[in-house]
T-cell receptor, first 112, second 110 residues
């Protein structure tokens, strides 16, 4: 049972390049989330999808877009990468919003 | 503005001791308070969670104490073990919006 799978695991981009981070879950969860984790900042919610067909902004949405492709997949897109977006990105899913979140192992993204 | 304030930033405990991590919040709309454990190179994993209608929840060696009037909650790890060495995050949530503390790096010395 894979749980939450994120691809790629590592990526280096140049400023201005675009990139899509992929996330898929095999637990039939309704809700999915994207976070970024920076040293000393904890995890901050970028976007979430409470159910298939819906997406909403989190705490730090600027510079990002998301797509809930189907119930399993939730992607995060950086249209024009900036050095400030260097971070570790985590995808998570949960059965419903008030239930435990299951996290992937992250995508480590560096923007030069 | 940090919605959830977590302390201490780091903690060193002897094997067998009690580890205590504290969190505070301001937004009374929060209605779900999970704690996560994270090992290097891995995503956070849910440890234990509580809702504001109870004051304490215990699962094995892990206990959450919740003080609704003070808007504070804490994680107690009893009989701490070297395998508990990790980073711990508290979080608070309402309506699918999750806010995390800045994390506590716990080191348990054998």
């Amino acid at each position: 049972n894979a749980g939450v799978t994120q691809t790629p695991k590592f990526q280096v981009l140049k400023t201005g390049q675009s990139m899509t981070l992929q996330c898929a879950q095999d637990m039939n969860h309704n809700s999915m989330y994207w976070y970024r984790q920076d040293p000393g900042m904890g995890l901050r919610l970028i976007y979430y999808s409470a159910s298939e067909g819906t997406t909403d902004k989190g705490e730090v949405p600027n510079g990002y877009n998301v797509s809930r492709l189907n119930k399993r997949e939730f992607s995060l897109r950086l249209e024009s990468a900036a050095p400030s977006q260097t971070s570790v990105y985590f995808c998570a899913s949960s059965p419903l919003g008030y239930q435990p979140q299951h996290f992937g192992d992250g995508t480590r993204l560096s923007i030069l | 503005q940090q919605q959830v304030k977590q302390s201490p930033q780091s903690l060193i405990v002897q094997k067998g001791g009690i580890s205590i991590i504290n969190c505070a919040y301001e937004n009374t709309a929060f209605d779900y308070f999970p704690w996560y454990q994270q090992f290097p190179g891995k995503g956070p994993a849910l440890l234990i969670a509580i809702r504001p209608d109870v004051s304490e929840k215990k699962e094995g060696r892990f206990t959450i104490s919740f003080n609704k009037s003070a808007k504070q909650f804490s994680l107690h790890i009893m009989d701490s073990q070297p395998g508990d060495s990790a980073t711990y995050f508290c979080a608070a949530s309402f309506s699918n919006q999750f806010y995390f503390g800045t994390g506590t790096s716990l080191t348990v010395i054998p």
